[in-house]
């Protein structure tokens, strides 16, 4: 069954506390993975697409990076305005249909 | 200004009472979606489409209608709401099934 999973599921940092969330999938034949950011109540916003192994994409704090079986957000110096839930999603195997299976997020709080 | 338009915002309605939330993009993206947003559970597919006349079940299509008339329009009906369709709703739009799809700002559902 494909599956996206998320790790951790909260995480609380410090203002300048650089660390890493993880997104880990079980789809075989990657076609693309996505993330996005979410804030509370409102629609999620694109960040990147990653489409193979070893490729890496940046925006300010954020860099996403991707392996055959996981993505890794890093996020670097965290300021406050970052705090957001940020998800994961792929398409499932052999889909360019539109299907996405979206992670459970991880919910990032940066004190000041 | 490129968005995905949803409407109404917020709905309270009864059990049984069908409903319609709409969606509308204006920039003639091919692909379209709706998701469906819980506590605990993520985002989760209902439909999406693909075209014109092609629609196709998500993950949890249960309760739920599409319909892809024209381009920009992909409303959905809930023929006869039940308490647990109560949810967070998105619709999203997209050029292909691999670039930045765009979210609406939500409908917040009560079924009562």
């Known amino acids: 069954e494909d599956q996206v999973t998320q790790s951790p599921e909260a995480l609380r940092l410090q203002e300048g506390e650089s660390s890493s969330l993880n997104c880990s999938y079980t789809?075989?034949?990657?076609?693309?993975l996505f993330w996005y950011r979410q804030d509370p109540g409102k629609g999620p916003e694109f960040l990147f697409t990653l489409y193979s192994a070893g490729e890496e994409k940046e925006k300010e704090r954020l860099k996403a990076t991707l392996t055959k079986k996981e993505s890794f957000l890093h996020i670097t110096a965290p300021k406050p305005e970052d705090s957001a839930t940020y998800l994961c999603?792929?398409?499932?195997?052999?889909?360019?249909?539109?299907?996405?299976?979206f992670g459970q997020g991880t919910t990032l709080q940066v004190k000041p | 200004e490129a968005q995905v338009t949803q409407n109404p915002r917020y709905l309270i309605t009864v059990t049984g009472k069908k409903l319609t939330v709409t969606c509308s993009q204006n920039m003639n993206h091919e692909y379209m979606s709706w998701y469906r947003q819980d506590p605990g559970l993520g985002l989760r597919q209902i439909y999406y489409?693909?075209?014109?006349?092609?629609?196709d079940k998500g993950d949890v299509p249960e309760g739920y209608k599409v319909s892809r008339k024209e381009k920009r329009n992909f409303p959905l009906i809930l023929e006869s709401p039940s308490p647990n369709q109560t949810s967070l709703y998105f619709c999203?739009?997209?050029?292909?099934?691999?670039?930045?799809?765009?979210f609406g700002q939500g409908t917040r559902l009560t079924v009562v």
């Open positions: 999203a739009s997209s050029h292909t099934w691999d670039t930045e799809a765009f």
């Open positions: 999603a792929v398409p499932p195997d052999s889909s360019n249909t539109g299907k996405l299976i």
């Open positions: 789809v075989s034949g990657l076609r693309g």
């Open positions: 489409s693909m075209n014109v006349e092609v629609t």
